[in-house]
Structure formats: C-alpha cells, structure tokens
C-alpha cells in the first residue's frame, strides 16, 4: 500500500461519525477510498445513505489526527489490510460486521487458529493450566489468538510462544499503544513471532467500549474458541456469544463447583460447550493427534522417589492429566494417587490446576 493510499484510508477511517459499515458501504460504491473521498459530503448521502456527523464535518477536519497515525504507522512498519485486499483473514471476512480496516504488526500466521480466553482476575493454577494447554497446542499447528490482558489472555499467549507455534494479540487500542503496560516485553515477543492486530488507528486508547468490539474479532479468527476461568460475567462470556453467533466451536475448561472463577465454564458447558480437560480433547476434536513428549531431563538429580511415586511421576507431562486417569494409567486407586502428588508437588515435581488436574513440575 502506498503513502498515499494510507492517507486516503485513513482520512475516511478518522471521519467522525463515518461508522464501519457506512465505510464499507461506501467502498462498496466507489471501489476504493480514493474515490470515495473525491465525493461530496451530499453524493455520500445519496449514493450510500450515510448520516449524521459523518456529513455535517467539513472535509479536512480529521487533518490533524491522519498526519499523527501516517506517521506513527511509517515508523512502526504498521501494515494495512483492507476487507478488500486478499491478505484478510478469509474466517473473519464472512462474519455479519466485520472490520472495514485492520492495522498489523507482525506476520500472518498460516495455520489453524484457536482462541483461549479468560478471567483477567484467575487462579495462579488457571493460568498455569492456560499456559499448558496453549503450549501443547501451539506443538501441534494451532495458532492461540488471545486479548492480550492480564491474566488468561497473558497466559495463553505465553504458552503459544514456548510452543512451536505463534500467537496472535487482538487489542482494544491502536497497535502502537501496548496495554496493559506491564506486558511490553510479551508484546515484544509477539511481535517477533506472530501478530498484533487492531480495529483501531495508531493513537486509540484502550477504551472500555473497545473490548466487546475487540472479542467479535477474536473469535471471528479463530475455527474454535476456547474458555479457562470464567465467572458468570465475565467478558470471555461475551467472546463465547459472539463465537456462537458466527458457528464457531466453544470449548471450556471445568473447574471445582462451587469455585466462582468457574461459574460460568461450567455454565458453557451446561448449555452445549464441549468439555475441555486436556490438550488431547481439543485435537481429537478436529482429529488431530497428540505427541506427548517425555518430561525433559533436570539438571538436579531427582530425590530418592518409591515405585509408585515414579510411575505416577513418568504420567506427568505438561498437558493437564485428571487424577482418576492417573490413578488407571498407573495401577493405582485415586486415593493412593492423592497421596502421592501431594508429596510430588512438595518436592517441585508437579502442580495441580483446578478441577482435579495435574502437570508436570520442574525444581529449581
């Protein structure tokens, strides 16, 4: 794209009261934003029926904040991807309201995509269990597209960029501005090995009405969205709704009954999501299948371990693994199992995450 297309896209994405689908209406009509803005205000009314501000705003009026954004965009290498141009994501192009224009830092991935979101206020054992989950499947060709905030979202962007995969970052702000401010250096690595994305010019703050609008795109990437730690509202509630809305697949992590942080996975669930305990149960799904890889070697030797807290050890990797199927994998009943992570766990050697599960844990 050239300078000067830039500046004729983003003239009419900063036309205050020019909305996205009077935008795309009016590209529609003309074919491209440089005829649209050689129109008048009138033509854009009667060609295209755009309203209100959009019309009572002299041309030239949004001067200022497109010279802020040109620039910006030149000195970060921002990409722009129109719906018209055929780099945009084929999945989100056939949702009801897609973006018009999608600014990008990054590379595009090229492999299936698989949202995870949550609880911006999660359990330390969920975002462990996220992270897991996002690295096994980061292992086996799923690119993890998350929201980038604290928490789950964080977590699961972690997880894909320790895995052999990549990660999108869809943000409720421009592309320059890196929020929330503590994740510069995963925003960063983002960046170097996968993608961030915005609906929104350089310059945009993170607003609380962007995020709804940032959770349609979210899942309008992805084939399939998946939930870890979500109350009853939480905002990946509204991700899971708009996933619905577009066909996508809902998928949700279980956790303990009564545990707030769950109440509304378990909700998903009750209403037709399918049940997430493992890595496995996501690539069975789309009939994949799982390589798990034995638990890497450890600098320090292991401390003096009976049979059966070696075997149950040897179960362990880092996809979640219930304690009733190690207990069945290894020989054992629940209750001896029990015993013998806790002891595990002491030693460093495995974490347990909500709903029953367990990892493996490497001492330091």
Known sequence: MTKTDITNWLRLHLTRGLGRKSLITLINYYGCAEAALAAT??????????KGKALTDPPGAEDTAVTAAAATIARLNIDLVTLWDDRYPHQLRHISDPPALLYTRGSWPQVKVLAIVGSRHCSIPGQRWAEALATQLSNHQFTIVSGMARGIDSAAHRGALQGKGSTIAVLGCGVDQIYPKENRSLYQHII???????????????????FPGRNRIISGLSEGVLIVEAATKSGSLITADFALEQGRDVFAVPGAPHDK?????????????????????????????IQTAPPQSDSLPLPPLSDGQQTVLTKLTKTPLHLDKLASESGLTPMEVSAIVLHLELLGLAESLPGGHY??????
């Open 359 to 364: 990892i493996r844990g490497f001492p330091s």
């Open 261 to 289: 942080h769950a109440s509304g996975c378990l909700e998903l669930i009750k209403q037709g999501a399918t049940l997430v305990s493992e890595a496995s149960d996501i690539l069975d799904y789309y009939g994949m299948h």
């Open 41 to 50: 205000r009138q033509q854009w009314a009667r060609d295209a029926g755009v």
């Open 192 to 210: 170097e090995r996968g993608l961030v994305i915005s609906e929104y010019p350089p310059g945009t703050p993170p607003l609380p009405g962007h």
